[in-house]
């Protein structure tokens, strides 16, 4: 049982935010800041962002070459570059909310390995940098074989390097915590340990039922609740139509003399690594197993970690000693058409969600639009 004081103080909130995620608490900042005088939570069921925000690879990026010519094929060249300019905008938005610095943001540009078979694909280069020129002011695309020796990589197997200027990379954990911080001094509660079982819509309030510890259960109630838990936002809502997919990643040890800088992409984007100071972060492969990998489950998966081994000793770091230190897996929300979805899904429920793979770039334009949605009753 709860006191009166805990019942009226601790328990109903204004607006209650599920998931502390860049989506959860950028939602959180973006409505603080429009109204101060609003009482709002953060539910978490970890002692942090549980999904992707802290376990993804750190990228600021908006699509390789090969990713934007398959978007193009899939969903059309419209489709594809609201996908990007969602993308680009919610990056700079990131920038604009937690500053470089807080980031740790590098803008040492973004790359693409192209094998043989993917040649071809230089064909379509002068049409996407025409493509993509409006939205950038300057071709976003070129070619930088050169760098191929430099980086130390295979050169039997890389046959062409692609350089774009306009990405970089940061410290997804340094992100988060400035975020939490962001939401703290704006008066916002975040509640860790929260797992949420369900959430009820109602006339009058919402709730999320919630469970702490093994044997403590309570309800809390709002005017506004927003579920921001991507990929296991089906677990709450079950018609939201959202795919999870699980992502793989793994460091090496430190590498004397390591000169890859930068943040690299290769097999459309389903393959990526980057220098992580003199180590290495390589992540991917939910491709050879994409049944398998549609999963809420933070496991490894043996067959993809051995294939990353694999390509960081015959293509990336050929003739390198390394030893690989940390593995760890995070889990992704795909939407069919590759854009978040942001929608009321009930009277007092609203939802966003569908980074598909890209929660550094599109988290915080998804939290702006769920917070203005919200904001309009």
């Excluded at 309800?219 to 089906?234: D, G, Q, R, S, Y």
């Excluded at 040890?253 to 390591?258: A, G, V, W």
């Excluded at 549609?294 to 390509?311: G, V």
């Amino acid at each position: 049982m709860f006191s009166i004081w805990e019942q009226e103080a601790l328990l109903r909130f204004d607006v209650i935010i599920i998931g502390a995620g860049i989506i959860g608490l950028s939602a959180a900042i973006e409505l603080a800041g429009r109204k101060p005088q609003l009482e709002i939570a953060v539910l978490e069921r970890g002692p942090f962002s549980s999904g992707a925000s802290t376990r993804n690879a750190g990228f600021a990026c908006f699509g390789s070459l090969t990713e934007i010519v398959a978007d193009i094929e899939r969903i059309g060249a419209e489709g594809a570059l609201a996908v990007i300019d969602a993308r680009r905008a919610g990056l700079e938005l990131l920038r604009q909310r937690v500053g470089d610095a807080n980031l740790r943001y590098e803008p040492l540009g973004g790359y693409e390995l192209l094998f043989p078979e993917q040649l071809p694909v230089l064909d379509r280069l002068d049409e996407i940098n025409t493509l993509l020129e409006p939205m950038f002011g300057d071709r976003v695309f070129r070619r930088d074989d050169a760098a191929i020796a430099r980086f130390g990589f295979n050169q039997r197997k890389v046959a062409a390097l692609l350089f774009n200027p306009f990405e970089g990379q940061i410290h997804s954990g340094a992100m988060v915590a400035q975020l939490m911080r962001l939401a703290a001094e704006r008066g916002v509660r975040i509640i860790t340990g929260a797992t949420v079982l369900s959430v009820d819509d109602g006339p009058e309030t919402a709730a999320a039922h919630c469970q702490f510890g093994t044997d403590h259960t309570a309800t809390l109630t709002a005017n506004e609740l927003i579920v921001c838990t991507n990929a296991f936002t089906p677990t709450l809502l079950p018609d939201v139509p959202i795919v999870p997919g699980r992502g793989q990643v793994l460091v090496t040890s430190p590498i004397p003399e390591l000169t890859l800088r930068g943040a690299f992409h290769f097999d459309e984007g389903f393959y990526y690594f980057r220098n992580l100071g003199n180590r290495v972060l390589f992540g991917g492969g939910r491709n050879l197993a994409f049944q398998e990998e549609e999963t809420h489950a933070s496991a490894l998966n043996h067959t993809i970690q051995t294939r990353l081994e694999e390509l960081l000793r015959t293509v990336i770091l050929p003739n390198q000693e390394f030893q690989i230190e940390h593995r760890w897996a995070g889990i992704m929300g795909f939407s069919s058409t590759k854009l978040p979805i942001v929608q009321r899904v009930g009277q007092r429920i609203t939802v966003g969600f569908g980074c598909n793979g890209m929660g550094v770039a599109l988290g915080s334009s998804i939290a702006q639009q769920v917070a203005e949605l919200v904001m309009q009753g």
